[in-house]
């Protein structure tokens, strides 16, 4: 019989939230790449009679393996070249800033400012700014070898071995990870209509995994339409077949209301779908799907029959393709949008100072306290203070019990391994464990990736164990610094940056509704009208993401985040009842009235000004009446459960 914890051992929620590993696949070919791309310069440079330019070139390497995780391989090149070239001006300004005192204080707290202003346009500037700061902070901290301009050379010529190991397939495998990520969805979608008929809680997981994978899908394909939808005709038939789907997901809330399941071949259809896009077949497909007998079940095989047609066609018009998500602007123009929101954002300047003030009071201490290589303290806090990437203060949590296992393997490599080409070997083995582990969680990365940092900086300065427990004290003082500083002391509640994007998904829910059933001018476009919909269903999907970040969190803010969870859950029902009540006035039904129009948006509109200006949920009062046969009746009833959602005690 297992024992229990005592009620006053028990651990808290938000700290098993923040242990508990993820499950994720380990990409072999990831494995791999990293293996041969960081101890591959290191023996180079050990052959050449030059050890401290391979460490240099094995973390440039480094930095290339963290960034390699697109699947797309022009996606790559973008996650991986581009930082790459903003992290060689961040080492070649610490550099030449090294040794200089309170000048190197002021570079990299403006480097910092820099750093943290683009890491809020996206992705790609995210890990770029992570690490122009972080090569910046090691040129600082750590004397390089050689002309100024060599240390930059070799640490983005091993980040480049990455991306040019990444590369070598593409020849044989081009738009395979596209048509890959678009049979993911259809098999998500698959998932998504097993669970119709079922209980509510299932049908939300099912419908979660099936937005992230269209979201997914279509970042991968944008990513290259910009530049050549018009002239990739494998591009252009993805694209068709990736919209095809979009009126199956439509359908599949329809068909969860009815409260029956659907026939199992159903969903077998669609992953017979998802079979012919995963390789590209294009001859006939023939679907044996049950006879509809209602409304949904027209529009569920209504459906499935333009999805098939679509799959199996061959050539499609690239002029005919309904526009879901907006066609993606030119490079140029996105860029420039970019550095106007990050200079006009107070976003983007709060997080920038957050940053810089954490990074000023590192370099400030490590400055007028004798530290030896004082790098690993601002190193910790470029780290741990990246809100994009997760909750701070489990980040600092994280980040600290990574480092004692991290530096647990760092010990016994250090004091058993001799330095030199037994190091080769080590890296060799150590290196594949970055990829393996990163996706389990930031602990996990945190303590594969310690050992290799401290091994490669031993080849640079031959400090040996007698630094290993500096550096543990160096990241504890850099995770108070960036609990304290660039956490505590900013009082941006949870509400303020969740329940303000809640309140606006509330609102663009209404405007929805309006232009599912109010006409006007997007009411009558359906390219329009389905644009609204996938940015929707995009946001929920973020918002949840970043609700689900929250609960990892410490009280208050892990206690808010349970209270508001359900209302969460409520918006994303309620916009699912909506595309169900237009799928059957689609289908036939009658359309509802303007009054009853009229009546759900203003309580929606109501209940996101109550959400926007809420501290704690209350109980809201709601007149919600209407005929009962009514196609919105569905909808009234999940306004009516948003609205009445009350604060627990």
């Known amino acids: 019989m297992p024992r229990e914890f005592p009620i006053g051992l028990t651990p808290p929620d938000w700290l098993v939230r923040n242990l508990r590993a993820q499950r994720a696949p380990v990409n072999r070919a990831a494995v791999a790449r990293a293996a041969v791309a960081m101890s591959l310069p290191l023996a180079v440079g050990l052959a050449a009679g030059r050890p401290a330019y391979g460490a240099l070139a094995a973390m440039g390497a480094l930095s290339g393996v963290i960034g390699d995780t697109a699947d797309a391989y022009r996606l790559r090149i973008l996650n991986i070249a581009v930082p790459q070239l903003l992290g060689a001006v961040g080492v070649t300004l610490g550099s030449l800033a090294f040794g200089h005192g309170w000048i190197a204080v002021a570079v990299l707290t403006g480097i910092a400012l820099v750093s943290g202003m683009i890491s809020t346009i996206g992705a790609v500037s995210s890990v770029s700014g992570l690490l122009l700061l972080l090569n910046a902070v090691v040129g600082a901290g750590l004397p390089m070898p050689g002309d100024w301009w060599l240390a930059p050379l070799l640490m983005t010529g091993g980040g480049l071995l990455v991306l040019v190991l990444a590369l070598l397939s593409w020849p ?99 992953r017979h779908l998802a079979d012919a896009v995963d390789t590209g077949y294009s001859g006939p497909i023939g679907l044996r799907l049950p006879l509809p007998l209602t409304e949904t079940g027209r529009a569920v095989d209504q459906a499935l029959r333009h999805a098939a047609d679509v799959v199996t066609e ?42 810089a003030l954490c990074i000023g009071l590192a370099q400030v201490l490590v400055s007028t306290v004798a530290v030896p290589r004082s790098y690993w303290v601002a190193l910790t806090i470029t780290f741990v203070l990246k809100p994009d990437f997760g909750s701070v203060f489990s980040r600092a949590l994280l980040r600290a019990l990574g480092t004692v296992a991290g530096l647990v393997v760092a010990a016994a490599v250090l004091s058993q391994v001799p330095r030199g080409w037994w190091d080769v070997l080590v890296l060799f083995l150590l290196a594949p464990l970055i990829p393996a582990l990163t996706p389990r969680g930031y602990g996990h990365q945190t303590a594969a990736i310690t050992p290799v940092i401290l091994l490669l900086s031993d080849v640079l300065n031959r400090e040996g164990t007698a630094l290993l427990l500096p550096r543990l004290v160096d990241s504890l003082i850099g995770c108070a610094i960036a609990l304290v500083a660039g956490y505590l002391l900013w009082p941006e509640s949870w509400h ?3 329940g303000d994007r809640l309140a606006d998904a509330v609102a663009d829910t209404a405007r929805y509704v ?14 329009a009208r389905a644009r609204m919909r996938r940015r929707l269903y995009r946001d929920l999907s973020t918002i949840r993401t970043e609700f689900q970040r929250a609960l990892t969190e410490p009280p208050p803010t892990g206690r808010r985040a349970a209270a508001w969870w ?84």
């Open 172 to 270: 044989l495998r081009s738009g395979v990870p596209e048509r890959t990520a678009v049979a993911g969805a259809y098999r998500a979608v698959a998932g998504l209509l097993d669970a119709c008929g079922s209980d509510t809680e299932t049908y939300d997981t099912a419908r979660h995994a099936a937005t992230q994978a269209l979201n997914q899908s279509y970042d991968v394909i944008l990513a290259r339409r910009s530049r050549y939808h018009s002239r990739s005709r494998d591009l252009t038939r993805l694209l068709a077949q990736l919209n095809a789907v979009i009126p199956v997901i439509e359908a599949a809330p329809a068909a969860h209301l009815s409260g029956t399941p659907l026939p199992p071949g159903i969903p077998q259809a669609v």
């Open 314 to 355: 061959p050539d499609v018009d690239p002029t005919g393709i309904l526009d879901h998500l907006g066609h993606p602007g030119a490079l140029r123009t996105r860029a420039a949008l970019a550095a106007r929101n990050v200079l006009l954002s107070a976003a983007s300047w709060r997080y920038g100072l957050r940053l």
């Open 496 to 498: 303020t940056r969740v």
């Open 514 to 527: 309006e232009c599912a059933f109010g006409g006007g001018a997007q009411g009558t476009d359906p390219a």
């Open 566 to 649: 359900p209302l969460v859950v409520a918006v994303e029902r309620i916009v699912d009842a909506t595309t169900a009540a237009r799928v059957r006035v689609k289908q036939g039904a009658a359309p509802p009235s303007a009054a009853e129009v009229s009546q759900v948006i203003l309580q929606l509109r109501e209940l996101a000004e109550g959400v926007r200006e809420a501290d704690t949920l209350i109980a809201v009062r709601t007149d919600l009446t209407g005929p009962p046969g009514s196609v919105l009746e569905p909808l009234r009833q999940e306004v009516a459960a948003a609205r009445a959602i009350a604060s627990p005690h």
